[in-house]
């Protein structure tokens, strides 16, 4: 445990989370004890729609299967698992799986997320907080859960990505895409 701003956080080594490895390594996660379970009801859908997704998923390579759910502005669940490839660069994460699923259905906006890769907090790698950045800002609400539902770290996406690359720095003045 790491002491950071008077509470107690969990420091995260060297993971496997998913078919690229992108993990964090070092970085310090957590507002929440390892075992306690959700204070957000509303998460329940969103567990087990990311519990679903990696019961589905294709991690042949890395045997890390996860899930992820993502809850659109609009209410709206859409989940995905990762699925691998022997050409490992072309495999795809479960957030943007889900991303892929939400966009799909025309939604554009993410409200809140959830991964599940296994008993300790998986965030999202690099590559996919960068696509998370493209539909949501950084208040995201990012939850890590284990494989049995409990959430282990809760997180924002400005907290995983500080100092984002987005639309705007492409053109200044310019309204970000989605939102």
Known sequence: MVRSGGRFLPKLGPQRCGPFFFC??????????????????????????????????????????????????SGAIFAGANVE???????????????????????????????IGGDQ???????????????????LPIHLCASDGRELARVTLGELLPLAFTAALLTPGKATPGA
């Open 24 to 73: 964090i390594r070092g970085f310090t996660l957590g507002a929440m004890a390892p075992s306690e379970p959700s204070a957000e009801p509303a998460l329940a859908p969103l567990i087990a729609a990311a519990q679903a997704a990696r019961g589905h998923a294709y991690a042949p390579y890395s045997t890390f299967p996860v899930g992820a759910a993502l809850r659109a502005a």
């Open 121 to 139: 907090p998986c965030p999202p790698c690099g590559a996919c907080r960068q696509r998370l950045v493209e539909f949501a800002g950084p208040e």
């Open 85 to 115: 490839n022997a050409a490992f660069p072309l495999g795809q994460c479960a957030e943007a799986s889900a991303i892929g699923q939400m966009i799909s259905a025309g939604e554009r906006r993410i409200a809140a997320l959830v991964v």
